[in-house]
């Protein structure tokens, strides 16, 4: 009986076996069938499988240098793998070196035509490049081998819309509407831009619509609602005047876990950033206070920012307006730690690339112009304690610095991501409820909030010169972004927005690189950073950041032998009062914007 007992539980270990073998076959065919994976990257050793997940984890904290080693290790080790080529590929694009990062997308597409992540990386490549044909033709590709993945789809919408393939756009967006397609309302507002280029402006008001009910908070989404607005007013013109109604107005569809303040993580974000100079050409990057198309993920991981049209008011009629290379530049100055409020324009000298400007088009104290104000408030754990307080002096700020009527803000908190709690408003009791409304726990994505209240600041509508102010209350600490400190300094740049950093860490201490986080965001877009210390002295160092706000000045001029090339260019103001040099705080440079490449 021991014997025939023996024999029958072997015989159910050798079923188990064969049965765990089975659904792991099944799941690797599925993952490969749904596009997961290649079927190659099953084939993989071990120890090219173990170098591919210390590259990955590297990647998630951000530390694409390292992880390329773990990766051309993982391809020496088997040539064939297909996810190490494209996660090369990745780190190359972090590391802004898109030559090579083609290479690799490309080289997993030959090794496997029938996956299609590597297609859709090759048309996101060449999408933050402005090639929409080739962007097209890979996205295209990727969309035939995965139809119903609903983020290639949106992806492929922009590259199309790049084409002027407008009839095709609203084809494609009508596909990603009849799929789950949560996070990716953007296809609408692209949808809606292709209508406006086809004249269909019922389509045009059905895709703005849906936008807006799905993501009523984008920051695209002042935008959408100032068209729909014209739409409507047409529709009344029409009525009104019959067969003689005027043209429709042009409008324009653009496009919880422990951290700390010192960590390898902040380091490493720290490292990478460099000087502003560094980086060379900026493909994204401009002169002016215009903001970018957000990004779309994509279900194989990555993202991409798509550029787009900027977008001006002429005559009261909305049209898309051709790029100005006018630098705009805010600036405080004081003396001995006093604002000085009383300059002129003879009393400020610029120096762009160490000349002067060629000619200055406009000289005013930030006080005559509309405020654009972004609070960002995290409401991380790590932020438990003191999160009641802050509330309380974030309201008292608010409530004062949007002093004029034609001031507007917005209230947003983050943790993991960032949520919107009060959109664009003037009531400063309805912006005090939206701060009332925070609330804490969950992890701290820092990097990931700044670019999305950058973004959602630039893309306000304006008809005028406008001061776009972004506050953070918030310790520095970062451990759940997608982006890096750099892009988001970058995004800053783009979108023309200042920050103001106020940390929210008890006592003051040596400097941590959480402190340096806070400074770098500030200093580079021309803010400045406050340590108050103390939840006691939280409310005088706002008092005197409002102060700081009103007191800046704004600069419009003509940069002299200007070259649209996307290069780093230095800013420098010198600004003196009767004789006597005083201290000045701006940014300390841009990038040029850069001349599309025709299609």
């Keep these: 009986m021991e014997q025939i007992d023996f024999a029958q539980i072997y015989l159910d270990t050798q079923n188990r076996q064969v049965k765990e073998i089975e659904r792991i076959r099944a799941q690797d065919k599925e993952r490969v069938d749904s596009g997961v994976i290649s079927a190659l990257d099953l084939e993989a050793p071990n120890n090219a499988v173990e170098e591919f997940n210390r590259a990955n984890t590297l990647m998630k904290a951000q530390n694409s240098k390292e992880a390329m080693k773990h990766l051309q290790k993982a391809i020496v080790d088997y040539p064939k793998f297909v996810s190490a080529h494209i996660g090369l590929g990745l780190a190359y694009v972090d590391q802004e070196d898109p030559g090579h990062a083609k290479s690799e997308f490309e080289e997993a597409a030959k090794l496997d035509a029938k996956f299609p992540g590597s297609f859709c990386h090759l048309g996101q490549l060449a999408l933050s490049l402005n090639d929409f ?63 406006m280029a086809l004249k269909d402006f019922d389509t045009m008001e059905h895709e703005l619509s849906f936008f807006l009910g799905e993501d009523p908070t984008n920051a695209l989404a002042p935008v959408a609602r100032q068209n729909l607005a014209a739409l409507a007013h047409n529709k009344e013109v029409r009525a009104g005047l019959g067969a003689h109604a005027q043209s429709p107005t042009t409008v324009s569809a653009s496009q919880t876990m422990q951290t700390f303040p010192n960590s390898d993580r902040l380091k490493a974000q720290l490292s990478a950033l460099g000087n502003e100079s560094d980086a060379g050409t ?61 300059l002129e324009a003879s009393d400020i ?9 060629e000619k200055v088009v406009q000289f005013a104290s930030q006080s005559k112009l509309p405020l654009r104000l972004a609070l960002l408030v995290d409401t991380s754990g790590s932020v438990h304690d003191r999160f009641g307080f802050e509330k309380a002096a974030a309201t008292k700020f608010v409530q004062r610095v949007l002093s004029n009527p034609s001031d507007l803000g917005f209230i947003a908190g983050f943790a993991t991501e960032p949520t919107v709690t009060q959109d664009f408003s003037s009531n400063s009791i309805a912006l005090g409820n939206g701060i009332d409304k925070l609330a804490n726990g969950g992890g701290t994505a820092l990097f990931d909030a700044v670019s999305f209240a950058c973004r959602k600041l630039g893309e306000y509508p304006e008809d005028e010169r406008v001061a776009r102010v972004l506050v953070i209350l918030s310790d520095g600490e970062d451990n759940s972004s997608h982006s890096s400190l750099k892009q988001s300094a970058q995004v800053a740049e783009r979108t023309g927005v200042t920050i103001y950093t106020v ?23 021309g803010g400045e950073a406050m340590f108050p210390g103390d939840l006691r002295t939280l409310g005088s160092s706002l008092d005197k950041l409002r102060e700081l706000i009103r007191s800046r000045y704004f600069i419009a001029y003509k940069p002299a032998n200007f070259q649209p090339n996307g290069s780093y260019r230095t800013i420098t103001v010198i600004a003196e009062k009767n004789g006597k040099r005083l201290q000045v705080r701006a940014r300390k440079g841009y990038h040029a914007r850069l001349e599309a490449s025709p299609n």
Excluded at 289 to 309: K, L, M, N, W
Excluded at 314 to 330: E, H, N, P, Q
């Design 133 to 195: 044909t080739t962007a097209e033709s890979a996205l295209e590709k990727a969309a035939s081998l995965s139809p119903k993945d609903a983020g290639v789809l949106s992806v492929l919408a922009y590259a199309q819309n790049g084409t002027h393939q407008y009839e095709q756009v609203l084809q494609t967006a009508q596909r990603v509407h009849a799929l789950d397609h949560k996070g990716m309302a953007n296809v609408h507002y692209v949808a809606a831009a292709a209508a």
């Design 282 to 342: 900026c493909a994204n990057c401009g002169t002016l206070a215009e903001a970018d198309s957000p990004g779309i993920g994509v279900a194989s991981g990555a993202a991409s920012t798509v550029p787009r049209s900027s977008v001006g008011r002429i005559g009261g009629v909305w049209t898309i307006r051709k790029s100005v290379d006018d630098v705009a530049l805010f600036f405080s100055v004081s003396s001995h730690g006093h604002m000085v409020n009383d």
């Design 349 to 357: 000298q610029i120096r762009d690339d160490n000349r002067p400007p």
């Design 503 to 525: 940390s929210t860490k008890e006592g003051l201490g040596d400097k941590t690189d959480a402190d340096k986080v806070l400074e770098v965001l500030a200093e580079r877009s």
